[in-house]
């Protein structure tokens, strides 16, 4: 956006926020807003408006808060000082994520990672844009992860991926047990010891949204004799493994991948009524009912800003069409949850249709793999797209086979290094 333009909206919505601080008084309601307006702060040229706007900080940063997009924010912090100066602060780059969740973090694209290999071969990293493509090679990508002990992959080292949250990626190291924290874009690594369980079934990685430098570990292990599912936690201030919960008589995972929302880390459980909960605020188990009609469906978590942190989001796809689902506690004992229909999109159908062989259409149905700040990973059999939740565009990232691949999304963190508040503290 222009600098001039910019200005002309930042006067647009300070005029909208005064409006908002001097209401129409309710004595006389046949005076028109705007003429009161008038007798307000605005009553003045647009030039001095401005400078009224570009003199409070707070008012700016009440203006900055409102733009559209993460990229919005950037470009107005990028066009002067107090514009920079407003939008490098905590608070205001953490409650614009949380009101923003369709574009922070930006989604660069996903890692491919075929199902029971333990090595020897990279992931596959596929890019949603050809521009965000250049941006992963311009930072210097190194998903073969040639910096890590052995030489990664290309040593012929063996890891495998556990989770991918915030760009970095959880891996683990088949022969050692070892586990590591890596970030491809900066080329650097966390050793992690082992956790101290005989049999781990699940992982999660959970990533600061200020510090990529800071975060936590989840690993949920079976008990030998008991079968209860024990979870342990890793900090990486501590870099020690804390045994923090228990949650007897519940069946075995479905996928060792986990989703993560409000907070919190799930696991879908085999026979598709529950899944599992792991709170990284409580630092407890809980058990979740799953609505009848999404139990066979393939489907991930959705944040969606910080006025539902009590709601749980569910999206999956039928017939070709979108479905957002909304979950609260409900009454139906301690495992109820009230499920509702929130939205539904399109379908689907006739744009695939362009893209794949008649008979897949006939025989397949697109499932939801994965879903991460805005866009979906959906896949047809072997073919596998993403989808645009904003402007509803499907596109094709492979027709390889990867039927039987874990997905993970691949974002970068946000804001920007510009962005990032220095010298701050965390409130």
């Known amino acids: 956006m222009a600098f001039?333009?910019?200005?002309?909206?930042?006067?647009?919505?300070?005029?909208?926020?005064?409006?908002?601080?001097?209401?129409?008084?309710?004595?006389?309601?046949?005076?028109?807003?705007?003429?009161?307006?008038?007798?307000?702060?605005?009553?003045?040229?647009?030039?001095?408006?401005?400078?009224?706007?570009?003199?409070?900080i707070d008012l700016l940063r009440e203006i900055l808060i409102r733009v559209h997009s993460a990229a919005d924010l950037v470009r107005a912090a990028a066009t002067c000082k107090p514009f920079l100066c407003a939008a490098a602060n905590r608070p205001l780059l953490r409650r614009f994520r949380r009101l923003h969740p369709l574009s922070c973090p930006r989604v660069l694209g996903c890692l491919v990672v075929a199902t029971g290999r333990r090595g020897g071969t990279p992931p596959q990293f596929l890019s949603i844009s050809a521009s965000y493509?250049?941006?992963?090679?311009?930072?210097g990508g190194d998903f073969a992860l040639s910096f890590l002990p052995g030489g990664g992959w290309l040593g012929g080292a063996s890891w495998q991926i556990l989770d991918c949250r915030n760009g970095l990626l959880l891996l683990k190291n088949p022969s050692s047990k070892d586990l590591a924290v890596a970030d491809p874009m900066a080329r650097g690594c966390v050793a992690l010891p082992p956790p101290p369980a005989a049999r781990t079934v699940g992982y999660g990685l959970v990533a600061d949204e200020?510090?990529?430098?800071?975060?936590?570990?989840?690993?949920?292990?079976?008990?030998?004799?008991?079968?209860?599912?024990?979870?342990?936690?890793?900090?990486?201030g501590e870099l020690t493994w804390a045994d923090?919960?228990?949650?007897?008589?519940q069946p075995d995972l479905a996928t060792s991948r986990a989703m993560q929302a409000n907070r919190s880390l799930y696991w879908k459980l085999e026979g598709g009524q529950r899944m599992v909960a792991f709170s990284t605020a409580t630092m407890g188990f809980s058990v979740l009912e799953l609505p009848p009609s999404l139990r066979q469906l393939g489907f991930d978590l959705v944040e969606k800003g910080e006025d539902d942190g009590n709601v749980l989001h569910l999206l999956t796809m039928s017939d070709f069409c979108i479905e957002l689902w909304a979950g609260t506690a409900g009454?139906?004992?301690?495992?109820?949850?009230?499920?509702?229909?929130?939205?539904?999109?399109?379908?689907?159908?006739?744009?695939?249709?362009?893209?794949?062989?008649?008979?897949?259409?006939?025989?397949?149905?697109?499932?939801?793999?994965?879903?991460?700040?805005g866009v979906a990973f959906v896949r047809l059999k072997d073919h596998l797209f993403s989808i645009n939740l904003e402007t509803m565009k499907l596109r094709m990232l492979s027709k390889q086979d990867c039927s039987s691949a874990l997905i993970y999304p691949y974002t970068v963190a946000w804001p920007p290094s510009f962005l990032t508040p220095a010298g701050q503290g965390a409130s």
């Open 210 to 236: 200020d510090d990529s430098s800071v975060f936590q570990v989840v690993c949920v292990s079976r008990d030998a004799v008991s079968r209860a599912f024990r979870a342990l936690v890793l900090s990486s």
């Open 133 to 139: 493509a250049a941006a992963a090679a311009g930072h």
């Open 244 to 249: 923090v919960a228990d949650l007897p008589g």
């Open 4 to 56: 001039p333009r910019f200005l002309a909206k930042c006067e647009q919505n300070g005029i909208e926020l005064l409006k908002s601080q001097n209401p129409r008084k309710e004595e006389d309601p046949s005076i028109p807003i705007e003429v009161e307006v008038r007798h307000s702060r605005l009553d003045m040229a647009p030039a001095v408006a401005v400078a009224v706007v570009l003199g409070d």
């Open 331 to 373: 009454n139906a004992g301690e495992n109820g949850m009230t499920w509702r229909q929130v939205d539904k999109s399109v379908r689907f159908h006739k744009m695939v249709a362009t893209m794949v062989e008649p008979q897949l259409l006939s025989q397949h149905e697109l499932v939801v793999t994965a879903v991460a700040a």
